[in-house]
């Protein structure tokens, strides 16, 4: 059995678990989880303190997708009963980041449905980050499907900060949550990102059927393509999808895959998404204990936990919230209790 305390210092001593090491910590029993969640701890203090990044997502574009991704209510495959709608406004973009800086978000998440965006949506987005950040100085990301490089060339040159685009689950698991494109396509997306020097978010699903080994894989594989947050969605099934009755999760597996991924990406920003407060009910205060960063207000088709709740929990634990915009016309940094 591995000693958690002793990797976790050679891990910020500028080691990296082995593949081994690795699935050592996804197999750690339950009576040693403390023991792993204040080792992964050791190394979340060490490079964020006890500070969170708060992230608000906007569903800009919902249903009508071409993809058949499994775990997605908005898929053409879903039976899902969720709203459907095209292209919000840049109106309500606007609203939708006043209301993420009100709520003390570091970064504020454009989501669309859609295999990639047309491009009367890229001018439309661009249209409205130029507002935003005009007025606010958020950090904004956009998640907006595969895109290539003159697209994402458009979205720097409008101010977006920031792209989303998760590599989901390991290449060889990937064929068992969607046919409709490859797992190269979310690597050439990423590529085309970074290249027009965006930053990059990316991460994964995790309950939906894959093994530990798969789980190694897409850690290994975030540390090739290095991006700047990691957020981990628990699944969230959804009547109408083909993982509906899928509930492999329990709180302390969902906490064992956080601190694999803090272990093998100690000084990248990971952050609690999706199916959080489904998936870790109450023990989502421990999960701050791991990852630095949280959503809130909700998600694209699901319910989470409202920011004023999100605030308290932070301060219930003796952490705080911090704001660290930067921006060049207008910089702000603020470390506020809730």
């Known amino acids: 059995m591995t000693c958690y305390q ?9 080691a990296s678990p082995t593949r081994e090491e690795a699935l050592d910590i996804l197999a750690t029993p339950q009576n ?16 964020f303190g006890n500070t ?4 608000m997502l906007l ?7 071409q993809e058949d991704c499994h775990y997605c209510s908005q898929s053409t495959i879903s039976d899902a009963p969720i709203d459907r709608y095209a292209l919000l406004s840049p109106e309500k973009m606007m609203e939708g980041a006043r209301r993420a800086a009100d709520a003390k ?3 504020y998440c454009i989501v669309i449905s859609g295999r990639s965006p047309l491009q009367s949506e890229i001018t439309q987005i661009s249209h409205a980050v130029k507002k935003i950040k005009h007025e606010i100085p958020i950090q904004v990301c956009c998640s907006l499907g595969l895109l290539n490089g003159e697209q994402a060339s458009q979205l720097k040159d409008a101010g ?11 290449e060889a698991f990937h064929p068992s949550i969607c046919s409709t494109h490859t797992y190269q396509d979310r690597i050439d997306t990423l590529k085309h990102a970074r290249a027009a020097g965006l ?16 789980l190694v894989d897409l850690a290994l594989a975030l540390k090739e393509v290095q991006p700047d947050s990691i957020p981990l969605n628990m699944l969230y099934p959804v009547d109408g999808t083909p993982f509906g009755e899928k509930n492999d999760l329990t709180p302390a597996r969902c906490l064992t895959i956080l601190c694999l991924f803090r272990f093998l990406h100690p000084q990248t920003e990971i952050r609690a998404a999706g199916g959080r407060e489904k998936n870790l009910r109450s023990l989502q205060p421990l999960a701050l204990y791991v990852a630095d960063s949280l959503f809130v207000d909700g998600y694209l088709t699901t319910p989470g936990l409202a920011h004023k709740e999100v605030w308290d929990m932070i301060e219930d634990i003796g ?17 506020c209790t809730a």
């Open 32 to 47: 040693k989880l403390l023991d792993l969640v204040n080792a992964a701890y050791t190394i979340r203090s060490r490079y």
């Open 105 to 107: 978000a570091q970064r």
């Open 160 to 170: 977006v900060d920031r792209i989303n685009h998760n590599l989901n689950t390991s």
């Open 319 to 335: 952490f705080t919230v911090e704001v660290n915009y930067q921006d060049s016309e207008n910089p702000q940094t603020e470390t």
């Open 199 to 214: 930053e990059l978010c990316s991460g994964g699903i995790v309950g939906m059927g894959e093994k530990d080994e798969d």
């Open 59 to 65: 569903n800009a574009k919902s249903g009508a997708c």
């Open 52 to 55: 969170v990044h708060l992230q």
């Open 6 to 14: 002793d990797l976790a210092h050679r891990v910020i001593n500028g």
